[in-house]
């Protein structure tokens, strides 16, 4: 049965829509430029089924990818569900067989025999979608990405790298160095269940895995992104915990423990495990991380960073909350890390006490290089909101996108409405070679007041200036993880 009535989660703007669609050219308000050619790809989770626990995550409901298609001026949408092997058993049962995020323990008593040994099966691709050697693919950072048919988003099926990519998981944020070409990818709980084994590898253009890393991690936890530099790979852990004795007892997958340590590892880049070296420090919470390079002996990392639990979803277990006088929200800081020492500590500097969101981005041309700007979403409360229309969200809508310059110390914003709310904003570059920076801010909006969703295009050099256009969808989207800009001379994108 089909019913989200019981969900307070799944009502008004965020009902769950469930549809596969196109649209061919789509309404759009403003010009859109015609030097954006490629696509703007994003997935939202979204449930097939409602879940079977009511306490469930909604990063255990399934992957919807969707693409705006950019050709001289005209966007063509698609969107479709990934359908993954779990995807596809809901379906056939016609009903959720699966239990709660990343325990199959809890799943239902038919399928449990198979998902206890292969968890890898219970991956829902609904986090980050990307393309490399010539592939478009869908992933989730607990089992293998799903290859997708770049005009339709069909689900071709999970990657194996001809067999030579090791790990059961594959992250949701690979990283691309945009002089070599190489993808630097990995996977945590490498080897089954609550096991502490990190795989990584490098993936050359053509796609062939060129080198494997196996280490272990300090302790098992979350390791949603790292960074990368010209020289170094910096691999934050933090903050989260589980094990197979927790999996056992039908908890959610992570539980937050405030008493734990932030550890980075920091691995030459063709280096082995006995070069990795892990600093250690207080606890900092950073899902995600701008960008980072390797200065002389120093790695130095920026990144959105709080001091608290991100995600009230995964609780701490009693006596391992978060103190009452700790501060929740992000802030954009600084970590440096200082090779030709021997202490194991590391500094952080908060660059800009403004408040942001958790998602940033950067101009993707200068990952792993000294990259000036970064970019984020955030809350203004002071600016104006039409709650007559756009309902009892006041101070709570993410209105915002800022751009950070880390050279100059300057903040420009965006603004998007006194009726809409905003996702993670995505950078894409004017032309191909134009300099960093130079292009727009692109990322969908809710419109509150007409319960639609809009695609907004931004002069990234002229923030305070508003968007340059918008395309309008006829209806909502899910809420989204992530989405990127491929631009047209990418890979499948040509
Ligand atoms: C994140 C999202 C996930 C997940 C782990 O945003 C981390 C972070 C949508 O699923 O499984
Ligand atoms: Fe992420």
Not at 86 to 96: E, G, H, T
Not at 252 to 260: K, V
Not at 448 to 468: C, H, N, P, Q, Y
Request: negative net charge; charged residues 25%; hydrophobic residues 35%.
């Amino acid at each position: 049965v089909v019913d989200f009535s019981r969900d307070p989660t799944a009502q008004g703007f965020f009902a769950p829509e469930r549809f596969e669609s196109r649209i061919y050219d789509c309404e759009v308000t403003g010009e859109i430029p015609k030097s954006l050619n490629g696509a703007f790809v994003r997935v939202a989770t979204e449930w097939l089924y409602p879940p079977r626990y009511p306490h469930d995550s909604i990063f255990n409901a399934d992957g919807l990818v969707a693409m705006f298609r950019f050709r001289n001026g005209i966007v063509d949408f698609t969107e479709r569900w990934v359908h993954t092997a779990r995807w596809q058993a809901d379906l056939a049962a016609r009903r959720q067989l699966y239990g709660l995020y990343r325990n199959p323990f809890t799943d239902d008593p038919s399928i449990q025999e198979e998902t206890i040994a292969k968890p890898y099966l219970r991956t829902l691709a609904n986090t980050n979608i990307l393309t490399h050697g010539g592939k478009l693919f869908a992933m989730k950072e607990d089992g293998p990405p799903y290859e997708l048919d770049p005009e339709t988003l069909a689900t071709r099926g999970p990657m194996t790298f001809g067999g030579k990519y090791r790990s059961e998981t594959f992250t949701a944020h690979p990283k691309f160095d945009p002089v070599s070409g190489e993808m630097i990818c990995y996977g945590y709980e490498a080897t089954g269940l609550a096991s502490n084994a990190i795989f990584l590898y490098t993936v050359n253009r053509a796609g062939e895995v060129t080198s494997e890393v196996r280490f272990k991690a300090p302790y098992v936890s979350m390791v949603h992104d790292i960074a990368l530099t010209q020289k170094h790979i910096v691999i934050p852990v933090f903050g989260f915990e589980t094990s197979l004795e927790r999996l056992k007892a039908g908890k959610i997958h992570w539980a937050w423990n405030a008493r734990l340590p932030t550890y980075f590892g920091i691995l030459p880049r063709g280096g082995d495990a006995a070069d990795l070296r892990w600093f250690k420090g207080p606890l900092c919470e950073m899902t995600h991380t701008f960008n980072a390079r390797t200065v002389g002996e120093k790695v130095i990392l920026e990144a959105p960073v709080g001091d608290s639990n991100p995600f009230p979803f995964f609780p701490a277990d009693p006596g391992n909350e978060d103190p009452p006088t700790v501060k929740r929200g992000w802030h954009v800081r600084r970590y440096t890390f200082d090779l030709a020492s021997r202490s194991e500590g590391f500094t952080e500097e908060t660059l800009y006490s403004h408040p942001i969101g958790a998602l940033g981005r950067i101009d993707d041309r200068y990952i792993s290089l000294d990259n000036r700007y970064v970019y984020t979403q955030f809350t203004d409360p002071t600016r104006p909101y039409d709650e007559a229309r756009a309902g009892n969200l006041r101070g709570r809508v993410t209105n915002c996108y800022a751009r950070f310059d880390l050279h100059g110390r300057g903040l420009s914003t965006y603004f998007a409405g006194d009726t809409h709310s905003l996702g993670e904003p995505v950078f894409a570059p004017r032309h191909a070679g134009s300099p960093e920076g130079d292009g727009y801010l692109i990322g969908i909006a809710s419109n509150l007041a007409e319960m639609r969703s809009e695609l907004i295009i931004a002069d990234a050099t002229k923030l305070e200036a508003g968007d340059v256009a918008r395309v309008i969808l006829p209806f909502r989207l899910g809420s989204q993880v992530h989405g990127n800009w491929l631009a047209g001379d990418r890979l499948v994108f040509t």
